[in-house]
């Protein structure tokens, strides 16, 4: 079956109470905004396409902060805008998995 | 490759403003908690297994409340506890979609 997005990348933009640490504090309301601004300036947003979404914790903090890519199932972290920029580009316009930026298997909360 | 999380349901929680309808005011928070609830309990919850999530807008208001599981694809809306304890039971833990459930393809915001 065809998936109504074509690719759907949920951000944790999760804040951990009490100082723990958490995606919130790695940048990723920034990055989530990015990564949507920049899709849309692509004209890639919309049904058949791509969403970008806000999502709760992942569960994946120790990776934080932490994107995941579906139906792909692929896990993101990233540094700057130029990782998200990236992302876009190559995974979510073409396709392409961007191996430098995964998240490795084992990281957990 | 393998999905971290076999399958990962997310539910939007989103909260419109100034009185548009939207999934929060469609029980989507009570939805959430529940479906939560259920997979701890069934003991299926973890890396390898199920993820409830919270979400925001899923941008396909029209039917919520909404959720979709990935990497699955398949989208859901839901009415009470029960069916969210039959997608628990059929799809979460044994993969078979719960067709009377199914978001139809053409719902959008």
Not at 13 to 30: I, V, Y
Request: net charge neutral; glycine share 10%; proline share 4%.
């Amino acid at each position: 079956m065809s998936s109504y997005f074509q690719r759907h990348i949920f951000f944790c933009l999760n804040q951990r109470p009490s100082g723990e640490d958490c995606c919130a504090n790695h940048g990723a309301q920034e990055a989530f905004e990015h990564c949507k601004a920049t899709v849309k300036k692509a004209g890639l947003a919309g049904p058949g396409q791509v969403r970008v979404n806000k999502a709760g914790c992942l569960d994946r903090c120790a990776g934080g902060p932490v994107a995941v890519v579906y139906p792909d199932a692929v896990w993101y972290t990233f540094v700057d805008k130029t990782d998200i920029e990236e992302i876009v580009e190559s995974h979510l316009r073409n396709g392409q998995v961007v191996e430098r930026l995964r998240l490795a298997d084992d990281v957990g909360r």
